[in-house]
């Protein structure tokens, strides 16, 4: 069969049906799909049915571009096909029936547009045939997106609740493009002073007027339907301040706003604020219902020496960028409550409180037990008493020597070694003393004759 004859045979076969075709649900189709510019895109049809049940199927694909009509792209009927009804056409789809499916080989933007499938099946176990023509696929072509820039006017620091910012981001490629923005990773969606109505797409993001919370990198994300990129951060740097003022020192009692230190004791104040710049402070001492300024800087000394005396001091922050100011007050008050000799003594020593507490109770345990000793014992009186004591009784009985010559009666005989005469006669300068005893040959008895008897105890008796 000639080209030109088989093509007039299958649309004449489709009108045939399409008159007598009733309508069912016979396959299913996706409603939308995004293909990628220069990229192959199927268009996939499940079938409803089994192939082996019908007795011929037939069907054809038509597109639609735009605002203008279906235009006929491929006429199948069973396994054969007829692709191109038109030349310029040729090689851009492929088709293998029974498979409804259709391939469209190469995207580029005239293929952007509607597809519609009609197809119609002959059962054996029915009559006629049965049509179905609701299945329209739109198909679009978009080109990645390329990574986006963002501009930030103006591009250095601004004064907040002065000065407004504008970012701006750009993708250099990409089609239907929306952006989003973020602040350090978090959604910055518009609303109040945040807004993005000056472009449609969202790639303008103005902040009106800027305040410290605005501070942050912010990152913008490109995306279409086939493609997503996300920017580099830019950060956004906010002067502003100063903001909860406050006074504090490391010495004295507080409470609230009033310090009490000691007598002689120099004190330091320290005054701080959220800034940016760092804020410039001025130190005032008010007494007297005057004023007066005594130094400038983030801190200031003060020596107490009045006993019960308060003063009255403000700290004032400037920031000469914002130009604002703000000032806190505090009462300084001179009295002797020793908190700065107990918080030297923690600081210097390592012993805890809990090891003082210790000693402490055991030095009164150790006089307690002095004084109980003392009432008991009376030790002064024992002492006293032994130094009055007579030296009669201090001291042993007196012995001669010879109360126990008794036990040493015998009969003796000194021996005259020759050489040795003056060392016997110096061991017997005793017994020469004695008038009668006039020779060293003599005996014991002799001595002891002569010694003196005492009125108490005589070895003779």
Known sequence: MEPVGRAAFLLSYAVIFLLIGTDSTLVRAPRVLHGVYGQPLLLPVEHLFRVEDMAEVQGYWLFRRRAHDFTQLVTFMNNKSIVEMEAKMNNRFSFHPPNASLLINRLDESMEGDYKLVISVIFPSRAGMVKDNDNLVHVTVDVPVSTPVIEMS?????????????????????????????????????????????????????????????????????????????????????????????????????????????????????CSADSNPPN????????????????????????????????EYVCRAFNNITQKQDETRFTLVV????????????????????????????????????????????????????????????KGPHLSGHEDATEDFGIYEFVSIPGKAESTQASSKSLVRLDSVQDLHTTIYDVIRHIPETPTQSLLK
């Open 335 to 394: 009295a002797s409550w020793g908190a700065g000799k107990e918080k030297h003594f923690q600081e210097g020593s390592f012993v805890s409180p809990l090891a003082a507490i210790a000693v402490s109770s055991l030095l009164i345990i150790g006089c307690m037990l002095l004084v109980m000793l003392r009432k008991t014992c009376h030790p002064h009186r024992v002492i006293m008493k032994i130094y009055n004591r007579p030296l009669t009784e201090q």
């Open 154 to 270: 103006p591009a250095s620091e601004v004064v907040e609740d002065r000065d407004s910012v504008m970012l701006r981001c750009s993708a250099e490629n990409g089609t239907r493009v929306v952006y989003e923005w973020y602040r350090n990773g978090s959604p910055s969606r518009a609303g109040g002073r945040l807004s993005n109505s000056s472009a449609p797409d969202g790639s303008v993001l103005t902040i009106s007027p800027v305040r410290k919370e605005d501070i942050g990198d912010y990152t913008c994300a490109a995306k279409n339907n086939v493609s997503l990129k996300t920017s580099l951060p830019v950060p956004l740097s906010v002067f502003y301040g100063p903001y909860n003022l406050a006074v504090s020192s490391d010495q004295g009692l507080r409470t609230g706003a009033v310090f009490t230190v000691n007598p002689g004791e120099l004190v330091f104040f320290d």
């Open 280 to 311: 410039s402070c001025a130190w005032i001492s008010e007494t007297n219902n005057d004023t007066e300024v005594i130094t400038t800087g983030r801190r200031s000394e003060v020596v107490a020496y009045k006993l019960a005396h308060t003063e």
